[in-house]
């Protein structure tokens, strides 16, 4: 099972909009509605942002939104703060009823 | 509140094992599909498998079949994760994670804080 597919790097200002891809195929991200992210600060354990593709866990601020189309999922993040400087990765249910990882995205916050 | 606390730091020689544990609070242990995951140092999160705590059934990614055994003690609530073989790249970061669902095929919502697992000779 290949890794999805993420941007290495994306940038915005404070109070701009950013869009993280992830793509997979028809076999995960296409097939399911089990796609999810997570934002990984240096040294932390990851932390659950979206999951079943656009719903927010309590707690997750609602600048962060997710949506899909295909085979491509998409994490949102609207008026940037220096707070969402991280990592971000998706994840997908597979047709082998595993889970497979996103590449990673680092988010940096000009 | 929920949480999942995991061993401390191993240090092991290439061709040994190691076996890391995961002790769950807060929740009915046997409710929830409980999953693996690693990260080598500076890299990205890699899905290991996942292990149902009520009865013990387990599924691996193919690239750990063979090598990786998952299991639990509901008597403690503790996972364990068994690795073998180990060679270099096996040193990672891994993280036990609970999945959000009471059926398999949601998201990991309640993370381990991590044990590093270091093999060098």
């Known amino acids: 099972q290949s890794a999805l597919t993420q941007p290495a790097s994306v940038s915005g200002s404070p109070g701009q909009s950013i869009t993280i891809s992830c793509t997979g195929t028809?076999?995960?991200?296409?097939?399911?509605?089990?796609v999810s992210w997570y934002q990984q600060h240096p040294g932390k354990a990851p932390k659950l942002m979206i999951y079943?593709?656009?719903n927010r866990p309590s707690g997750v601020s609602n600048r962060f939104s997710g949506s899909k189309s295909g085979n491509t999922a998409s994490l949102s993040i609207s008026g940037l703060q220096a707070e969402d400087e991280a990592d971000y990765y998706c994840?997908?249910?597979?047709?082998?009823?595993?889970?497979?990882f996103g590449t990673g995205t680092k988010v940096t916050v000009l | 509140q929920v949480q999942l606390v995991q061993s401390g730091a191993e240090v092991k020689k290439p061709g040994a094992s190691v076996k890391v544990s995961c002790k769950a609070s807060?929740?009915?242990?046997?409710?929830?599909?409980m999953h693996w995951v690693r990260q080598a140092p500076g890299q990205g999160l890699e899905w290991m498998g996942i292990?149902?705590?009520?009865?013990?059934?387990?599924t691996y990614a193919q690239k750990f079949q063979g090598r990786v055994t998952m299991t639990r003690d509901t008597s403690t609530s503790t996972l364990y994760m068994q690795l073998s073989s180990l060679r270099s790249e096996d040193t990672a970061v891994y993280y036990c994670?609970?999945?959000?669902?009471?059926?398999?095929?949601?998201?990991?919502?309640?993370w381990g804080q991590g044990t590093m697992v270091i093999v060098s000779s």
């Open positions: 994670a609970r999945d959000r669902s009471v059926t398999k095929g949601d998201a990991f919502d309640i």
């Open positions: 807060g929740y009915t242990f046997t409710s929830y599909y």
């Open positions: 292990i149902n705590p009520s009865g013990g059934s387990t």
């Open positions: 028809r076999s995960d991200v296409g097939g399911y509605s089990y």
């Open positions: 079943e593709v656009s």
């Open positions: 994840s997908s249910y597979t047709r082998d009823s595993t889970y497979v």
